[in-house]
């Protein structure tokens, strides 16, 4: 069975950094796009982060460009996401997620390209 761990979330302050980590279950994903969104109180589900199956091309929201890095790590089919610079707006249940198919599946800020889902962690940035 397939299912996808997200750690690393809690509580920073504004300015700070924190590296939320998405373990993968049940079957291998190096063929697969991988990505992370995040969903605010009040507000819907948006693009994050995206990284392609081979991790040669990342693809970030303009929100977070600049302080935001995906990567992943074969080995032991592992999704990172380091913050830094975090602030009050990054509040969010964040969540990893994996592509419906091999290879392409489609636009990487697109939802549903997605079909594998985490169950989210949050992260709270103080002022």
């Known amino acids: 069975q397939v299912h996808l761990v997200e750690s690393g979330g809690g509580l920073a302050q504004a300015g700070g950094s924190l590296r939320l980590s998405c373990a993968t279950f049940g079957r291998p994903f190096s063929t697969y796009q991988m990505g992370w969104f995040r969903q605010a109180p009040g507000k819907e589900r948006e693009f994050v982060a995206a990284i392609n199956y081979l991790g040669t091309r990342t693809y970030s929201a303009d929100s977070v460009k600049g302080r935001f890095t995906i990567s992943r790590q074969y080995a032991n089919n592992t999704l990172f996401l380091q913050m830094n610079t975090l602030n009050v707006e990054d509040t969010a249940v964040y969540y990893c997620?994996?592509?419906?198919?091999?290879?392409?599946?489609?636009?990487?800020?697109?939802?549903?390209?997605?079909?594998?889902w985490g169950q989210g962690i949050q992260v709270t940035v103080s002022s």
């Open positions: 997620a994996v592509s419906r198919g091999e290879y392409y599946s489609g636009p990487h800020a697109d939802s549903g390209t997605y079909y594998y």
